[in-house]
Nanobody
Framework: QVQLVESGGGLVQAGGSLRLSCAFS????????MGWYRQAPGKQQRELVA????????NYADSVKGRFTISRDNAKKTVYLQMNSLRPEDTAVYYC??????????WGQGTQVTVSS
């Protein structure tokens, strides 16, 4: 049984920063690929923002490269998304995910990020 709880969302002005956190409850945290996805207002699907393996290997969407940093603390079972130089187009509900190969994926409830111009 895995549960994910996001926190850290809020309202910020363009150019500002925000750090999202995702707390993982369950076992074997280090074997999961953790990720952040977002769904913008009026959009039909979630888009990948960033992923990180237990080893620390990361991948980023082109739209956030150089601005966002994903990290994880395996001891704390927590994943972070540091968001800098925020833009209005970053406004979305951000979801944390946990994925294990050949197994089911888990999702958090999401946290709202709103970037005003």
């Amino acid at each position: 049984q895995v549960q994910l709880v996001e926190s850290g969302g809020g309202l910020v002005q363009a150019g500002g920063s925000l750090r999202l956190s995702c707390a993982f409850s369950g076992s074997f945290f280090s074997v999961y690929k953790m990720g952040w996805y977002r769904q913008a207002p009026g959009k039909q699907q979630r888009e990948l923002v960033a992923t990180i393996l237990g080893s620390g290997t990361t991948n980023y969407a082109d739209s956030v490269k150089g601005r966002f940093t994903i990290s994880r603390d395996n001891a704390k079972k927590t994943v972070y998304l540091q968001m800098n130089s925020l833009r209005p187009e970053d406004t979305a509900v951000y979801y944390c995910s946990a994925q294990k190969p050949r197994s089911s994926d888990y999702w958090g409830q999401g946290t709202q990020v709103t970037v005003s111009s």
